[in-house]
């Protein structure tokens, strides 16, 4: 089973910056996809972005140039660097790994087998 655990949520005020964490536990970080997810109140879950074992990365369009998602394979943790933050960008942030799931599509929550339990990101005017 894999085990994910985020961190670093917290209140910024628009236009700065937060760093969220994800400690991977269960499987190696390198050899599987993963993602950032995130859900607004009222609002559907949406995909933030995705990085392969290889290192390529895929981004929403709301958020391309302004975020970046990363990973340190040897400590099995999973980054998701935020700037120019907006109130837009208030919701729950998930991360999710594949599992033994085969993902077609990267920015596909559905195609995701395992989750974390979120860590809140408020961001006010």
């Known amino acids: 089973q894999v085990h994910l655990a985020e961190s670093g949520g917290g209140s910024v005020q628009a236009g700065g910056s937060l760093r969220l964490s994800c400690v991977v536990s269960?499987?190696?970080?390198?050899?599987?996809?993963m993602g950032w997810f995130r859900r607004a109140p009222e609002k559907e879950r949406e995909a933030v972005a995705s990085?392969?074992?290889?290192?390529?990365?895929t981004y929403a369009d709301s958020v391309k140039g302004r975020f970046s998602i990363s990973k340190d394979n040897a400590k099995n943790i999973l980054y998701l660097q935020m700037s120019s933050l907006t109130p837009e960008d208030t919701a729950m942030y998930y991360c999710?790994?594949?599992?033994?799931?085969?993902?077609?599509?990267?920015?596909?929550?559905?195609?995701?087998?395992?989750w974390g339990q979120g860590t809140q990101v408020t961001v006010s005017s």
């Open positions: 999710a790994h594949e599992g033994e799931v085969v993902v077609a599509d990267p920015l596909d929550g559905s195609q995701y087998q395992y």
């Open positions: 269960g499987y190696s970080a390198d050899s599987h996809y």
């Open positions: 990085i392969r074992d290889d290192g390529t990365t």
